[in-house]
């Protein structure tokens, strides 16, 4: 009998920690129980993955929330999927397509034209390590998506957002920005040699100046932005990846994973704390990992950056020519 109790205690030990450690890494739950009854919030690429969770989870508390996505169908299906789990009717679906400037000018005027008001924006939606593919308007994919689809949103419905104030902005970055560095010479990699996790982190880092840049112009607007890092969650983003079909990864990397990945519903926390947190208020063009504060990487932090992004993307998608709306860079608070 004696002879069971050294390697059952081991195998304790390393269940025990085991679960101790995925608990650490997949971080808490929003602390915060705040209520959103009569906000109404849209949260883009919510058909799957974070989004929908971030959505149920705004459902839940009360929201009127507007799912934006690409597929209407999937769409649909996801807004039927959160009013049945949550009992909440005002869960709807809307076409809102990243890859398309023509589509985002399109679903930001029927919301201008439709909404009484925009509390919370929750910029999700992505696009990871795709084929070297461009959008409508001749982007790369995820510089297109992940960063130009947003900022050129997020612009058009700042004086609904203002309005609606106080109100927050919610940039749904990565820990992958740390790896990704702004080429001004070639933002849409006309030039170079196509490198799919590059152009992903030059992306997420785009989001994280976005913020910087945009924090800083709304100052005392009464709407914040903020970024965050949900943790790596088991959701489709590598869809494009191939470890997702493949057995052999399914089989030697599904432990660690299990280990290391949160749920969707526990990656979609991060989103909803910045998003209803009392404590929250006020703050703005901060970085979060998780539900805590934290540095980004040093060019993230670069305000030079981050104002020569926000003219080359404002000029790319348009916005000073044909929108008169975009906040000027002029006169505003260093
Ligand atoms: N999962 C992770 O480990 C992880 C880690 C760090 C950061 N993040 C970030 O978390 C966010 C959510 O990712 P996820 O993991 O939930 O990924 P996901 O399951 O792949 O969901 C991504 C969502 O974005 C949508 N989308 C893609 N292209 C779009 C377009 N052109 N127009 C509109 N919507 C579009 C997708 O729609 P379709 O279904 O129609 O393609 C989907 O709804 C992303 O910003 C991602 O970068 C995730």
């Not at 709304?218 to 493949?246: C, D, F, I, K, Y």
């Not at 057995?247 to 660690?256: E, K, Q, R, V, Y």
Request: one cysteine or more; a positive charge.
């Amino acid at each position: 009998m004696s002879r069971y109790v050294l390697p059952v205690s081991v195998l304790g030990t390393v269940v025990g920690g085991a679960v101790l450690l995925k608990d650490y890494v997949a971080g808490g739950a929003c602390p915060s129980k705040a209520t959103i009854h009569g906000k109404t919030v849209i949260v883009t690429g919510a058909n799957t993955g974070i989004g929908k969770q971030t959505a149920l989870e705004l459902a839940k508390r009360g929201g009127n929330i507007i799912l934006a996505c690409r597929d209407m169908e999937k769409c649909e299906a996801a807004a039927k999927d959160i009013r049945r789990e949550t009992l909440n009717h005002h869960v709807n679906a809307r076409h809102l397509d990243l890859a398309s400037l023509k589509s985002i000018r399109e679903f930001a005027a029927k919301i201008i034209a439709e909404e009484e008001r925009v509390d919370i924006l929750v910029n999700n939606a992505a696009v990871m390590r795709c084929p070297h593919w461009t959008t409508e308007d001749g982007f790369e994919m995820q510089f297109g998506v992940n960063h130009l689809g947003h900022f050129l949103l997020t612009n058009l419905l700042l004086d609904k957002l203002k309005a609606s104030a106080p109100s927050r902005i919610i940039n749904v970055s990565s820990l992958a920005h740390v790896a990704g560095h702004i080429d001004f010479d070639d933002l849409n990699w006309r030039e170079r040699k196509y490198n799919t996790k590059a152009a992903y982190c030059q992306s997420k880092l785009a989001v994280v100046l976005f913020t910087r840049e945009l924090s800083r112009r709304l100052h005392g607007s009464g709407v914040t932005v903020n970024a965050l890092h949900p943790g790596v969650a088991r959701t489709e983003l590598g869809r494009h990846t191939g470890m997702h079909s493949s057995a052999f990864s399914s089989f030697t990397l599904g432990p660690i994973f299990w280990l290391l990945v949160k749920s969707p519903q526990l990656a979609a926390q991060p989103s909803t704390y910045l998003a209803v947190a009392e404590e929250l208020e006020g703050v703005s063009g901060k970085y979060f990992d998780g539900l805590k504060e934290k540095a980004p990487a040093p060019e993230a932090e670069d305000d030079e950056v981050a104002q020569r992004l926000w003219a080359e993307s404002a000029r790319l998608v348009g916005l000073e020519v044909s929108h008169g709306s975009s906040v000027k860079a002029q006169s505003l608070p260093r």
